[in-house]
């Protein structure tokens, strides 16, 4: 999930991402003791890799977020809101996840924002990784819909602390190990009401939009119980493990079909229909979900899992230092370009490596002749 703007929402994105890592690792604990696999390394890297990619335009795209609601709110802002009033606080954590709720919605049911959204759900496994699987385009639809907490009047890093939050209370949802949680569940969304959310058996599709309160979806008629095990993934099972083919797979499918599409306006429909809409010229698709389709999976040997982890941990390490340096000192475009580029080469060699090509490891090994120099430009 993207956050809106504020000249300090790189770093809260740090300490997000911070606050992450320490979840991560106590949830791996939690399912080791009770004896359960939480986590397979070829699912959590592919998350953990896809969640850098969305993070790394980051410093680039908040200065266009920041002067586009920084805008509106100079300009039209209705109301003078102090953001040291704890009952404005409190209103804008419920606005904004109002605003969430409709975007989420949008998001399932108009085909060109599922593009984007749909990585998210790509995942088969339910785990705290899972929360940090997001495109990096996913915030150019989203910012759309925090816009009104400008013109209502609400400050822009006032904003960005109460996304922020809305994120982080969203990346606890994503885990098996929680329960349901008695009266709660009425009115906060839980666990359970997002494994919902993130099922593909047919009574769960398209329910439970809500960010922190599940109020919404028992409001407008979007509401589901979890009464049976979730199956996790997308319809049409994306099959990979590579970053780069799982962000650019939904776009392509949609291509594809519009380009089939003789009609001018049915080809329209097929950006701004939901996902699943077909025009009358093209066969309908086959929506039969098998609920007991085994997990994609590639087997990966003890060396190429051991890299796989160390790499990974170090490209986390690395992007939470340039988050917070970058900040606090932004450094030339120049410089931030060659970051995010490495970032984009680490995608696409781990992301080889994951799916057992042979050209992988000669891209790796150039991107490790360039990470001494990367790393100094860090430092």
């Not at 776009?251 to 996902?275: F, K, N, Y």
Request: net charge neutral; aromatic share 12%; charged share 15%.
């Amino acid at each position: 999930m993207k956050w809106a703007c504020g000249s300090s929402s790189t770093v809260l994105q740090a300490l997000l991402l911070f606050f992450f890592v320490i979840a991560m690792g106590l949830e791996w604990h939690v399912g080791r003791t009770r004896g359960r696999q939480v986590f397979r390394v070829s699912d959590a890297t592919s998350n953990l890799l896809l969640g850098m990619a969305q993070l790394a335009p980051a410093v680039l795209l908040f200065g266009f977020l920041q002067v586009t609601y920084e805008f509106i709110y100079k300009r039209s802002a209705a109301f003078e809101i102090k953001a040291t009033s704890p009952i404005a606080s409190i209103g804008l954590l419920i606005g904004v996840d109002f605003c969430y709720y409709w975007f989420h919605r949008f998001s399932h049911r108009v085909h060109v924002a599922w593009t984007s959204h749909a990585l998210h759900h790509q995942g088969e496994d339910y785990n705290l990784t899972l929360g940090i699987r997001q495109h990096p385009t996913q915030g150019f639809f989203e910012r759309a819909f925090y816009l009104p907490l400008a013109f209502i009047g609400f400050p822009p890093a006032m904003a960005a602390t109460a996304v922020t939050i809305n994120a982080a209370y969203q990346l606890l949802l994503h885990t098996e190990l929680v329960g349901k949680l008695g009266p709660l569940e009425w009115v906060l969304n839980t666990p359970s009401h997002h494994r919902v959310h993130h099922g593909i058996n047919p009574r769960y599709l398209d329910k439970n939009f809500g960010g922190m309160l599940i109020i919404w979806d028992r409001m407008f008629g979007t509401f589901a119980e979890e009464d049976e095990q979730p199956v996790y993934g997308t319809v049409e099972p994306v099959a990979s493990f590579d970053p780069v083919h799982c962000m650019w797979a939904p776009l392509d499918g949609a291509m594809e079909r519009a380009s089939r599409t003789p009609d001018s306006l049915d080809e329209l429909g097929v950006w701004i229909m939901p996902p699943g809409w077909r025009p009358k010229s093209m066969a309908k698709a086959d929506t039969q979900v098998s609920l007991d389709r085994p997990k994609y999976d590639v087997k990966l040997s003890r060396e190429a899992t051991l890299y796989l982890m160390a790499m990974t941990g170090l490209t986390i390490a690395m992007m939470m230092r340039y988050l917070f340096t970058n900040d606090q000192n932004p450094r030339p475009l120049a410089t931030q370009f060659v970051f995010i580029t490495w970032v984009a080469v680490a995608l696409v060699g781990l992301g080889g490596i994951l799916e057992g090509r042979p050209w992988a490891k000669y891209v790796e090994a150039l991107r490790l002749v360039a990470t001494p120099f990367v790393v100094m430009t860090l430092v």
